[in-house]
Structures are given as structure tokens and as C-alpha cells.
């Protein structure tokens, strides 16, 4: 017997692990999820294209950040609005949390769903700027006549009118490009939006990031810092790789939990989940191409790109 994750597929692209056992010769619908095992018999463009799709799993630290940002969502308002900035190195896999977070509330037909605004802090050095990303977002673009103030007291005025319950900043390590005086409105812009509408705020960013907020002794009290971890030969790796191969439209087992093969992920993604995937992925897409069908330990670490795009352009199913 070996353990192996289930994989609950919440949508096309979101993946919870669970612990399930199954038995060592465990037929195609046990050991892919059902929406892989459908595609063993397609074409290999069509099974390459599945590869190349993005998956979102939902391993131990993405979980814990999604369970804080449902009670930023839920919680009653509170006077004092608190705020959390996950950091990461880059690669890590902070967009995409951040843009898994805004689509779990993003149900803008539902009139009871709850309002979570996500703007992206790249490239954005002053409460100006930020300010005229989150109307842009709320679809009342700002003019170029606009002055900081008449910006301020329209955020306001929006994200009152919207309800809004969680700000998501993507990127907010861009705050420190700008000039001292420019990151100094920005966090008084940030701030301002906590004490007049206690909206909480989820952050995004590198470990600069962290250092901006501290340097604000009020941001400093109200955010707690989350360092999401580097990725290691584990049990969180194996768990990771076992799940992701039940994705994997490969015709054979290719075992991604064994130990040989958590070490060489490891190896080839330095502790990046970023360049983990990115090595599964063409892994997977070499296997095909080679007709062996499943990973081996030699293809991961020879797999630094992609093989040829003819494989885009195979309709007809290999033997």
C-alpha cells in the first residue's frame, strides 16, 4: 500500500490535497484525476496544451494565507483594521495567491458575495498613483485633472459605496522605488483607507516589502508578516509533486514522490516553487515527445527547456 494525496478539483485550475490510500497497482482512474484520465487517448497537442495549463495547488502555506484572508472577509469590523504581508522570494508563487484569493470573491453577479478589490502595486510609487489604480479597478478611472485629495475622498466614497472587505496589494515592494517623500504618501495613503473605512489589508511582496511597512511604527503595529518557505526535499515537496502528477496526462506512473525524484526538484528549483513547476512541466512535455511517457529521474535534470513545438502541432494520437 502507498499513500498518495487525493486531488478535489474546486475548478478547472484550483487543487486540494487530502490524504487518501490507494493500492500499488491502481488503475488510470485511481491514479490520475478524472479529468486528466480523460485525456490519455487525445492527441499529443492536446495533452501537451493540458500540461502547459496552470494549476493551482493548494499545499500547507497557500492554505494557511487563505484561511487568514477568510477572516479578513468575514470577521465584523473592527475599529482597529489589521493588515498581513506575505513575503516570498520571487517565484514563489505570490501573484498567483493573490490572484486566487481575489477570485474566491470575485462573484460580481452575486449581490450577497462579498466585495475584495485586488490591485497590482508594480511600478506604483505614490498614494496618487495608488489611488487612481484602485478607482481604475472599481471602474470610475481616474482624470488627469484629479488632485491626491479629489482622489482620496472618491476611494473613499467607492470603496464605502462597494463594501468593500479585503484590499489585496500584489507587488507592494515597488513602494520603495520612489523618492522617500513618495513612499511616506503612499503608506499614509494605505493607512488612511485602515483608520477611515477599517478596511484589512492583505500584501503582497519580497522581503523588502516587510522592511517598508516596519518603517511606519502605526503600519508597523497593525501588520503581521507571513515569509511564505523556500521549498525543500520534504514531505511538503513529495506531497506537492504527488499531487501535481495526478494532473499529468502521462500514459505511465512516473512516481514524482519518490525520493530520488524530490531531491532532483529540489536541486533544479533551489528552494523556488516557480522553477519547480516550470521543471515538471518540461518533464512532462519531453516525456511525450520521447514517447516514454513518464519522468524520469534523467529527464528532470536534463530538462532546462522545453523540447521541440512540433509537439504543439501533432494531431494524431501516438502509439
Known sequence: ???????????????EIRSETLTAGANHQNRLHASTANLLDAANDVRAKAIIEDREILYPALKEVMNEAQW??????????????????????????????????????????????????????????????IMEELGSPARISHRLSDRELLVQRLLRDADCR?????????????SER????????????????????????????????????????????FAMPSWKPDGTLANFLVTYERLLPLRKPSNLG?????????????????????RIKNAALAAIADGSECITADLIMKSVTRPSADLLSKRGKSE
Not at 498518495?4 to 485550475?13: D, F, G, N
Not at 465584523?76 to 522570494?89: F, K, N, Y
Not at 514563489?92 to 462579498?114: E, F, I, M, Q
Not at 522581503?207 to 501588520?223: I, Q, T, V
Open 182 to 225: 513618495e513612499q511616506l504618501r503612499a503608506l499614509e495613503g494605505i493607512k488612511l483607507l485602515m483608520n477611515e473605512l477599517s478596511i484589512h489589508i492583505l500584501a503582497f511582496g519580497t522581503d523588502r516589502a516587510g522592511h517598508g511597512f516596519k518603517s511606519d511604527p502605526h503600519l508597523a503595529a497593525r501588520f503581521s508578516e
Open 166 to 178: 479585503l484590499l489585496v496589494l500584489d507587488e507592494v515592494q515597488d513602494i520603495l522605488q520612489g
Open 1 to 15: 500500500m502507498s499513500s498518495t494525496p487525493e486531488v478535489t478539483l474546486k475548478s478547472e485550475k484550483d487543487v
Open 258 to 278: 519518490s525520493p530520488d525524484k524530490v531531491a532532483a526538484f529540489a536541486k533544479v528549483g533551489k528552494g523556488v516553487l516557480g522553477n519547480i513547476v516550470a
Open 72 to 133: 479578513m472577509v468575514y470577521e465584523p469590523r473592527q475599529t482597529r483594521a489589521r493588515g498581513l504581508i506575505v513575503c516570498a522570494d520571487r517565484g514563489n508563487g505570490k501573484t498567483s495567491l493573490a490572484r486566487l484569493v481575489h477570485r474566491r470573491y470575485s462573484d460580481y453577479d452575486r449581490s450577497d458575495a462579498p466585495c475584495v478589490l485586488k490591485i497590482s502595486m508594480s511600478g506604483s510609487r505614490d498614494a496618487r498613483s495608488v489611488y487612481g489604480r
